[in-house]
C-alpha cells in the first residue's frame, strides 16, 4: 500500500506522515528531502538558482521514481500541478491534510524558508495558492483530514481509523 500526503506548505504533511508510518510501520519518504539529495541543494536554493520550473521537473521525477513502493510519502504542496503526478498520485491512496489560511499563516509567519511565500504577504500568496491548487487537492484526495485545532497525534489517529489499520 502507498499513502500519498498532499496539502498546502504548513498544513502538517512531513510531520503527520511521519507520525503516521512510525505507527503502521510503513517506509517514510518525503518527498522533498529526495529532491533536496538528489539536486545536492535545498529547496530554496533550487527555487532561487534553477527556477521552479526545474523543481517541478525534479519532483515529477522523483515521484515516478517511487511508482510501486509501499510506503508512506510526503508530497510537497506543489506535486498536484502536473496531470502526470495525479495520475500516479491516484495509484495509491490520497490524504488531503486541509487548513484553513488564517492557521497556515500561524504557522508559516515565522519560516523564512518557503520559496514562493519568502519576502511577500503570506495571506495573499497563500490565497493565491489555495485558490489555484484547492480544487486539485479535493479531486485527488481519498481522504480530506481537516487538521485546524487538531494535534500531529489526533489527526494520525483519525487517519489509522479511517483505514481500518
Known sequence: ????FVGMMGSGKS????????????P????DILIQEKAKK???EIFEGDGEKLFRKLESETLEALSGEDAVIACG???VLKESNLKQL?????????????????RLEKVNNRPLIKG???????????????????EAANIIIDVNDKTPEQITNNL??????
Open 1 to 4: 500500500m502507498i499513502i500519498y
Open 15 to 26: 510531520t503527520v506522515s511521519k507520525i503516521f508510518a512510525e505507527k503502521t510501520n510503513y
Open 28 to 31: 517514510f519518504i518525503d518527498l
Open 42 to 44: 535545498s529547496i530554496q
Open 77 to 79: 504542496g506543489g506535486i
Open 90 to 106: 491516484k495509484s495509491g491512496t490520497v490524504v488531503y491534510l486541509k487548513a484553513s489560511i488564517p492557521k497556515l499563516i500561524h
Open 120 to 138: 511577500k504577504n503570506i495571506e495573499d500568496e497563500l490565497l493565491s495558492i489555495l485558490d489555484e491548487r484547492g480544487r486539485l487537492y479535493t
Open 160 to 165: 489509522i481509523e479511517q483505514l481500518n489499520l
